[in-house]
């Protein structure tokens, strides 16, 4: 589809590394008819728009309130599926939430009139909190992740959309026939997403053994060799509750960790993306460095589900690759703005045994948010910040309405309280620890107007 040319006028801040949040106050940016960054200015203070050859009739979208264009959200792992369970979870913990809560529930979706009610709104929601990629799984159910896939695909939604496997020790009402037909059945919905996006553009499948509990040896290991003949990447769960792992020991006496279990299954290469990861050894974490599998930490879930702290700064330390999951509904939140939050509290926890260096900045977590998921998806090149040659996969974030500025008054935000005088990365730490989505005003993928707030039209 080609687009209108665009130029985006306003302040802008995004994650040039870890730690590094660059700001600029001033900024220009031009959106070609491909959605993608055509060029960047730096300084547009007070001065006419550039007679770029071939933009002079461009569109132009001004920021009118105090607010800035952010990267869009990256969210590494959520369950599409679980949405309505969100904030529902009681005093489970992984294994018994699992059967309470989540299979009766992921069972559900042979109906498609209830698939299609809760992918249209957990995508229409996920958009609204600007999360403009998502890795997201579905159900065992072929239909149902096929109009997942086609949801994304129709709304503008950046997505991975995996249908789950798991063979064994589950529910009789829901799992599997055999290996045959999970990897029948995976190879259904890969070919429906080629079908309808054939080069993988906006939406991908990916290869998705619900975690090694639920799957079989020759689950798992069939599963490993569709990867590598179709090139899907895979994702799946690691490491998240004690109980879990003390199960896969049992069920893998071959294997010397959950960690090796994906590893003899030739699932462990650098397109896995691995949630949770709470209680890797070292041994684990070299291996998954050694294979360059990407990690997607759940801050939320793993408190929710008491299932531990993760020590992000020791993977990022060693060298992994991490990004930020709302793994709802084990996580509460759909909003990868409350996740970053939720990383940088529990890095805080971790720190108050194994001290203050292990804390994550503001900084850090929106890079996780954002850089750190793009490379968890092997998107760096594409998506994750703003660079020429880039999607404009973005966020217009607004701290109010500008009346007070109007006025000369100090700077009436609303639900982000600026009172003038902060600095932008006070301003931004604001937004990490006081907004929501109502600051979320309008939210682009690849130059397509994918949501804006109310009234609003950019
Ligand atoms: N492990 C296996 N399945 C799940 C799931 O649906 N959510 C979480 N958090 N962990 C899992
Ligand atoms: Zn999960």
Request: glycine share 8%.
């Amino acid at each position: 589809m080609s687009l209108e040319k665009t130029i985006y006028i306003g302040p802008f801040v995004h994650c040039e590394s870890l730690n590094e949040l660059d700001v600029c106050p001033n900024g220009m940016f031009g959106v070609d008819e491909d959605g993608k960054i055509a060029f960047i200015s730096r300084d547009m203070k007070g001065r006419p728009l550039p007679a770029h050859q071939g933009w002079e009739n461009a569109k132009v979208v001004r920021i009118q309130d105090y607010g800035f264009f952010f990267p869009g959200f990256i969210d590494t792992h959520i369950h599409a599926s679980q949405y309505p369970n969100a904030g529902v979870f009681g005093k489970s913990t992984l294994l018994d939430w699992l059967n309470t809560y989540t299979f009766p529930l992921e069972s559900s979706f042979t109906d498609l009139d209830k698939a299609a009610r809760i992918y249209n709104r957990v995508v229409a929601r996920t958009l609204s909190q600007g999360t403009t990629t998502a890795c997201y799984y579905a159900t065992v159910h072929v239909a149902a992740t096929n109009l997942l896939a086609d949801i994304c695909q129709s709304r503008g939604q950046r997505a991975f959309v995996g249908r789950v496997c798991m063979d064994r020790l589950s529910p009789d009402y829901y799992q599997d026939e055999s290996v045959e037909s999970a990897i029948r059945d995976s190879q259904a919905c890969i070919d429906h997403v080629k079908k309808i996006d054939p080069y993988f553009d906006l939406v991908s499948p990916i290869i998705t053994p619900r975690f090694a509990p639920s799957c079989s040896d020759e689950a798992l290991a069939a599963l490993g060799k569709l990867h590598h003949t179709t090139g899907v990447p895979c994702q799946t769960h690691i490491s998240e509750n004690k109980a879990e792992i003390q199960l896969v020991r049992e069920l893998f006496p071959k294997s010397q960790s959950y960690t090796h279990v994906y590893d003899r299954a030739g699932l462990l290469t650098p397109k896995m993306i691995l949630a949770h990861a709470v209680h890797l050894t070292k041994e684990e974490r070299t291996l998954i460095k050694n294979r360059q599998a990407k990690i997607s930490h759940c801050p939320a879930s793993n408190t929710a589900l008491t299932s531990g702290t993760a020590k992000v700064r020791t993977m990022l330390d060693e060298g992994l690759t991490v990004g930020l999951g709302t793994d709802v509904s084990g996580g509460y939140t759909s909003s990868m703005l409350a996740e970053t939050r939720e990383a940088i509290f529990v890095s805080r926890h971790v720190a108050m045994t194994d001290g203050d260096e292990t804390k994550l900045s503001v900084a850090e977590a929106l890079y996780l948010a954002t850089r750190g998921g793009a490379k968890v998806v092997g998107l760096e090149d594409r998506i994750g910040g703003f660079e020429v040659g880039m999607d404009w996969d973005a966020q217009m974030i607004s701290f109010g309405d500008g009346v007070g500025d109007k006025l000369g008054l100090d700077q009436s935000a609303g639900l982000v309280e600026i009172f003038g005088g902060e600095s932008w990365e006070d301003k931004v730490a604001k937004w990490v620890y006081t907004g929501d989505d109502r600051n979320t005003k309008a939210v682009w993928v690849k130059g397509r107007l994918v949501h804006s707030q109310g009234n609003f039209k950019p």
